[in-house]
Each structure stands twice: as C-alpha cells, then as structure tokens.
C-alpha cells in the first residue's frame, strides 16, 4: 500500500515539474520572440484629445520588455500617467530625465507613469531625425530604453495607431493624469521651459499631488509644444522629398594630396565633416554605403555634411560614379587622382593601415574626433554625431 501510494506522489511530482517547465519555457519563448512590428496605412481622420472626466481609454500593446501591457495591469496605482512620448523628438529628448526623476521621486507613492510612442514608421522623414540617433520604430525603442535606462513602461502604438487615436496626443510629449476611478483630471504639458535643467516637471507633479491628497488639479488643462505626432496618413511630403533627394544630381570629381588635405583642414565649413573611403570591389564598402546618405539626410539641414573619397583606380570612374548614381550619392564626392594607393593612405589619415573602407569625423578645428576602419556601427557613429556639442540633441 505504502509502495502505491509513494510511487503515486513520485508520478504526481513529476507532472508537475513537466507542466511548471512546460510554462516556464513558454513564458520563456514570448519574451525571447519578442514582437514583429508591422506599421500600416491609416486612413486619415480628425483626432480629438481626449476631454477632461473621461475615463481612461483601455490598451494592450507590447513594450519594449517583450510584453503586452493593458490598463488593467496598473488597476492598484492611486495615479495613472500615460505620456505620449517618441525617440526622435528633440522635445521629448529634452524631457526624458525629469521623466525619469518623476518616476523615481513618486516610486513608493501609488503612481505608475506608462509611456507610449503614438508615431507611425511611415510617416517620419529622414530629415526629422536631426537631433536623434533613432527613429521611432519598435526595435529602435527598445535601443532608445537601454540607453537611457527607463524606469517606466515603453510601449509602441506604431502599427495602427489604435490606443492613439483613442487618446488624441497633439504632439510629443503629451500627459494624461488619471484618478484612481482613472478618469482624467490633467492633460497637457509636464512644465513650461522645455530646456534641461530649468524645470522639473512641475505641472505634472502639482497635479499628481492634488490627486494624491485628494484634490483636483488647480491647473487641468494646458497646451502642449512638441514634435506633432506622426499619424500613418501623412505620408505625402515623405514620398515628395524622397522622389526630390533621388532626383538631385550626383557628380564625381578628381582629388588630389591638397584637396585631401584642405579637406581634412574643414577651414571654412564650419561644420562637423564625416569622411568614408570606399572602393566599388569592396564588399563591405558598398553594402554599408546607403546608410552614410541616410546619415546626411538625417543631420544635412545643420551643422554636418558627409563627403565620400573612392579609392578605385582613376581610371575606373565612371564605374564609380554609376554606383554613386545608384545609391543617390548626391553630396560630394571624389575619386583620387593617383593609383598609388600608399600616398591615399598618408593623405587621409597616417594611422590608418590601408584597409576598407575607412571613415572619419573631422570638427572645424581639424581634428580627427572619430575615425573607424572597417564596416562602422552606425549608431555608435550616429551617438556621436548628436552628441557632439556642434549638433546636440535639443534646441
């Protein structure tokens, strides 16, 4: 008896661990596969913002954890904010550490800040992107979360806009306060100086307080400044400056050992110069090369130009200049004048060792403050691009 009752337990056990395992390993795999984002068109609307007293729209969409989160997930925080923000916006940049102060100062006072990019992939241009390293697609959240270590839910509304529209954020970033009934007693701004350091979120904290001790906001409503929000329908001025930057003229001139030098010298750009050397039988070279026209696209409009030096053989330029042509080259480029490729070695850079391709950033003052030889990793080169005191992230 007491055989069948111990081999009973012993089967009973095991069921148990293959079943715990089983869902461990199936938590294990949601997390792991993570989400595909699939950005759609939208068909265009008027968005209202949401009104005062209403109660909290419902969402369940993944965040930058992997997860689906829903309203009811926060049902036990006194105080709900959800903060329209996005990556790109230099006014949401600006705003990022008093998010991150918020959150951590009200930690233990029953409120949860969940933040949610409202912006479609489709409608952001390449020239909207000049105070960021990213744009605002899901995988680049989760890059823009790691870097800045987020204390607060990230979640993405990209694909269709369906917590978004329910909301009506006008721009980024855009606040909503919520009662513990989760109807809505603040929107609008988090202060009203957007430049780091000269505020700290006080419109926000003053409502949260009211709410916490039981009160309503003095201040319910503000206007907001920031980047509009990027709505899937607007995708007309995308699809017109795309078809004008494929349309400029692309033109490949000689460079000589001076011209090099005068370039590297960047006397009278006033501007932080990027340049990659490539060569057409270079395989990395002309893989990587589109992502330097996306780079001049994103930071042309300031203080930044890109120029590219071909190391092919003078005599193979038009070959070069087809690639370039290809590619929608249109900034300056050059072919060096020389086959010897020894002297193109000494002139870029002496302590590059000859290999391709080969890129470096020169600031006015004609120093070298970033240079790389092989394939680059353009956020890295993108970070340091926007972070250099000549661009920044902010107005």
Known sequence: MKQKLYFAIIVLLTISIFISCNESSSIETEIIEGFVA???????????????????????????????????????????VVLFTCNHCPTAQAYEDRVIKFVDDYKDKSVQLVAISPNSPLGLLYEELGYSD??????????????????????????????????????????????????????????????????????????????????????????????????AWKTEY???????????????????????????????SGKLRLINVWATWCGPCIIEYPEFINIQRMYGARDFEFISISADKPEAKDKALKFLKDKHSSVSNYIY?????????????????????YTLLINENAEIIWSHQGEVDFLSLKRVIVENEKIGRYY
Not at 46 to 72: C, I, M, R, W
Not at 202 to 227: Q, Y
Not at 337 to 353: Q, R, S
Request: glycine share 6%; with cysteine.
């Open 134 to 231: 990213l744009n605002d697609d899901y995988t680049d959240m989760i890059k823009r979360a790691d870097y800045k270590k987020y204390n607060f839910p990230y979640l993405y509304d990209g694909d269709d806009h369906a917590v978004s529209l329910q909301y009506g954020p006008v721009a980024t970033p855009h606040v909503f306060v919520f009662s513990k009934e989760r109807k809505l007693e603040y929107v609008g701004r988090l202060d009203g100086s957007e430049k780091p350091g000269t505020a700290d979120a006080e419109d926000l904290r003053n409502a949260v307080d009211a709410l916490l001790n039981g009160d309503k906001p003095t201040l319910a409503s503000t206007k907001t400044f920031g980047c509009s929000t990027k709505w």
């Open 38 to 80: 699939n950005p759609q068109p939208v068909q265009a609307q008027e968005v209202p913002t949401l009104e005062l007293n209403a109660e909290a729209p419902d969402f369940n969409l993944y965040g930058v954890d992997g997860k689906k989160h829903q309203l009811s997930d926060y049902a036990k925080s006194d105080v709900l």
């Open 238 to 268: 995308k699809i017109k400056l795309d078809k004008e930057w494929n349309e400029k003229d692309v033109t490949l001139e000689f460079i000589n050992d001076q011209g090099i030098k005068e370039l590297k010298e960047n006397k009278t």
């Open 337 to 357: 004048d020389k086959d010897d490729k020894y002297t193109l070695i000494e002139a870029i850079d002496p302590k590059w060792n000859g290999a391709l391709p």
